[in-house]
């Protein structure tokens, strides 16, 4: 009985041992994760990819782009009332747009030419369907219409945009 209380007490000696051995296994293993983080964490730092402590070469860096992105002049016409080409007769286009010139300032002779590019427009409008403006890409195609028929008119190209402000048919 005697040797079997010997070899229960160093059983239990042994598993006693044993689970320290364990513990700082998973210690090493949880130390050398935190040491790959944090070494991954500076790398990225380093080589640009996280911007604390980078502050001086990401402003340096937005000017550039703030300088790319040039908002020209912006002129708004007077709302358009006009009557569409259906076979009906009774389907109305009511538009407000405004035109973006490629210049922080309309072309000088722009204002004598409004009348002219009004009359452009109506006639632009009274030619098209419900079917070829009521889709996104309707409006699309018109725009690109308005902004060739513009330039066109102007002798060169100032307008690099049309926005629609308003646009409704009935």
């Known amino acids: 009985m005697a040797a079997e209380a010997t070899a229960e007490a160093g059983e239990q000696e042994a598993a006693a041992e044993a689970a320290p ?5 998973k210690l ?29 070469a990401t402003e340096e860096a937005e000017p550039e782009a703030h300088e790319t992105v040039q908002v020209g002049a912006l002129k708004a016409f007077d709302p358009f009332l006009a009557n569409l080409e259906d076979t009906d007769g009774n ?39 419900y079917a070829e403006i009521r889709t996104p890409e309707g409006k699309a195609l018109l725009r690109d219409d308005i902004i060739n028929r513009i330039n066109r008119t102007m002798g060169h190209d100032v307008v690099k945009a049309v926005y629609f402000t308003e646009f409704i048919v009935q």
Do not use: M
Request: hydrophobic letters at 45%; glycine letters at 10%.
């Open 21 to 25: 051995k364990k513990g700082r296994g």
């Open 28 to 56: 090493l293993l949880v130390v050398a994760l935190v040491l790959v983080l944090a070494g991954g964490g500076g790398a990225a730092w380093y080589l640009g990819y996280l911007p604390f402590g980078n502050t001086a």
């Open 91 to 129: 389907r109305y286009l009511k538009a407000s747009l405004q035109v973006e010139f490629f210049e922080a300032e309309p072309p000088h002779d722009f204002e004598a030419r409004v009348p002219q590019l009004r009359d452009l427009l109506l006639t632009l409008f009274t030619s098209k369907t």
